[in-house]
């Protein structure tokens, strides 16, 4: 089934920038889709960004402009560059894979991002 490890993660202060990255124990181009989420203390997960085949690319309003994701199928990795962070983007991110037609869901353990000064 595989494996993903997210890292990256850490302590940043506002306006600063880090980037996110999970690695895939399987070819990720088996995957459909692969997403970023993120939980903050108190709060439901919720989506950040994701990236399908073809390279199309879509973000929640609450990080366009500011956060980019992107994959490297040679390394089996995608990222997930964060910049102009604000306290709110303190979380645990997590990184997930989908492969629709069997229903296949995968995720990671997370890394923590703390934005804070």
């Known amino acids: 089934q595989g494996q993903l490890v997210e890292s990256g993660g850490g302590l940043v202060q506002p306006g600063g920038s880090l980037r996110l990255s999970c690695e895939a124990s399987?070819?990720?181009?088996?995957?459909?889709?692969m997403s970023w989420y993120r939980q903050a203390p108190g709060k439901q997960r919720e989506f950040v960004a994701y990236?399908?085949?073809?390279?199309?690319?879509n973000y929640a309003e609450s990080v366009k402009g500011r956060f980019t994701i992107s994959k490297d199928d040679a390394k089996n990795a995608i990222y997930l560059q964060m910049d102009s962070l604000k306290s709110e983007d303190t979380a645990v991110y997590y990184c997930?894979?989908?492969?629709?037609?069997?229903?296949?869901?995968?995720w990671g353990q997370g890394t923590q991002v703390s934005v804070s000064s």
């Open positions: 990236i399908a085949r073809g390279q199309f690319t």
């Open positions: 399987e070819r990720i181009a088996s995957y459909d889709v």
């Open positions: 997930k894979a989908n492969i629709h037609i069997t229903r296949f869901e995968l």
